[in-house]
């Protein structure tokens, strides 16, 4: 289980951090979509194909499962309020996210048949 911080009104686009050893796999990521994205409070945490917005503070967990077999990866996700000094735009896209707290996420295979 992977845990994160981000400030309300952030978004990130975790498609980024997935990899796959399927060496089949297409560089425009079609595997993506055999993949489910849900988010245990919409009020807090909207995701829909990898893209998380933060929309209120508070904690929710996004889910990733993919629909072949089943695997699934783990997110707790922990919205705070902006520091004045560093508020960003509603829905500003941010590549912030320590790679290292992602390396749950990264599925050992996608099967594409």
Request: aromatic fraction near 6%; charge should be negative.
């Amino acid at each position: 289980m992977v845990i994160l911080s981000m400030y309300k009104n952030e978004v990130v686009d975790l498609t980024d951090y997935l990899s796959t050893t399927d060496s089949s796999v297409d560089v425009d990521k079609s595997y993506l979509k055999h993949l489910d994205w849900v988010s245990s409070n919409e009020d807090v945490i909207e995701v829909k194909e990898g893209l998380v917005k933060c929309k209120e503070v508070g904690r929710a967990t996004v889910t990733v499962s993919e629909r072949i077999n089943g695997k699934q990866a783990i997110l707790i996700i922990n919205v705070k309020d902006q520091p004045e000094s560093s508020k960003v735009e509603s829905d500003t896209v941010v590549d912030k996210v320590d790679t290292s707290k992602l390396k749950n996420l990264r599925f050992s295979h996608f099967v594409t048949e």
